[in-house]
């Protein structure tokens, strides 16, 4: 088993983790501490900046279920230096333009030629340099968005529960009109500086991770292995969420159902465990086979 590498799990602090992450966290855990990697824990905040409160109680509902990581968390707001660092390597390689399109303008765009659906259609790729600066002057106050000069329209990878995974690539954003760093670019950078070569996360984000490999190879960065979960469904089959009741440790346990419990049937879930066993997360990765997890989504129901 090798003693090196990490997986980790990057919670976005956006309101109370539920059953979905939970149980993709699980996972994770599984899949680093199976393998003798680390696993650490990132708090995705570059959206909606810092908000320690509900960071500290997601960390809380991971260890609640048994889930323990090594190190502090890493905060990715923290991490600005390094994520404006790698803009200015694909920059310095001519591989940034400024956009200063409204979400308007682009769906009103034609699309380009051969291009896929939704892909961004280049209105701001090829400004020179006056054309540019009458478009910046245009904007003001707003700021440009900066977006990535990218000559692939696809790649492919290999899950390792998913299979062979293609989805397209477009001039997708690196930091956003309001100064913020996008997600694509922040994961890369973190992944990396992290030491993170596995990425085990939901299977909503499977299409994105082209793009990230996209920015691995510009960047002169390892790419990680992949799996992506499938994801935990609500009764009417829509992806699970607070409409579907009480899908959170906090709401559950004002039910009476303990973290113990929702653990035992997460791990039934994922075929660890009988429905009525309880297992600590240490029995449960004695009994964690990659190959034996469900391909399918889990319809989740009270
Ligand atoms: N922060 C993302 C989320 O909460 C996960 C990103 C990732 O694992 O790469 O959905």
Redesign the pocket.
């Known amino acids: 088993m090798s003693k090196s590498g990490a997986g980790r799990y ?3 602090p956006s309101g109370r983790l539920h059953l979905g ?1 939970l149980r993709t966290a699980m996972v994770a855990w599984l899949f680093a501490r199976s393998t003798g990697r680390k696993f650490l824990m990132r708090i ?1 905040d570059v959206d909606r900046g810092r908000d320690a409160g509900v960071a500290d109680e997601q960390l809380a509902e991971l260890a609640a279920i048994g889930l323990d990581w090594d190190g502090e968390p890493v905060v990715q707001t923290e991490r600005r230096e390094a994520h404006d660092a790698a803009i200015a390597v694909l920059m310095e390689r001519g591989l940034v333009y400024e956009c200063t399109c409204t979400r308007r303008e682009i769906l009103d765009a034609p699309s380009a030629p051969h291009a896929a659906p939704g892909a961004y259609p280049g209105i701001c790729r090829d400004r020179d340099e006056t054309e540019r600066a009458a478009a910046r002057a245009a904007i003001a106050p707003r700021q440009p968005a900066l977006r990535l000069r990218s000559d692939v329209t696809e790649l492919s990878f290999n899950d390792i529960l998913l299979g062979k995974v293609t989805a397209a690539i477009d001039d997708f954003v690196l930091q956003r009109g309001d100064g913020a760093i996008a ?1 694509n670019l922040a ?1 890369v950078v973190d992944d990396a500086d992290m030491g993170v070569d596995q ?1 085990v ?2 299977d909503d ?1 499977a299409s994105s991770t082209p793009r990230q490999m996209l920015l691995q190879r510009l960047l002169g960065l390892p790419t990680p292995q992949y799996a992506h979960v499938p994801l935990v469904l609500g009764p009417t089959g829509a992806r699970l969420a607070k409409r579907d009741g009480a899908v959170t440790l906090e709401d559950l346990a004002e039910q009476g159902v303990s973290a113990t419990t929702v653990r035992d049937n997460l791990a039934a879930s994922l075929g660890l465990a009988q429905l009525g066993e309880s297992l600590t997360m240490t029995e449960l990765l004695a009994r964690f086979d990659p190959q034996l997890l469900p391909r399918e989504p889990w319809v989740w129901s009270r």
């Open positions: 990057a919670p976005s992450n995705e997600y994961v990425v996360r939901g984000l």
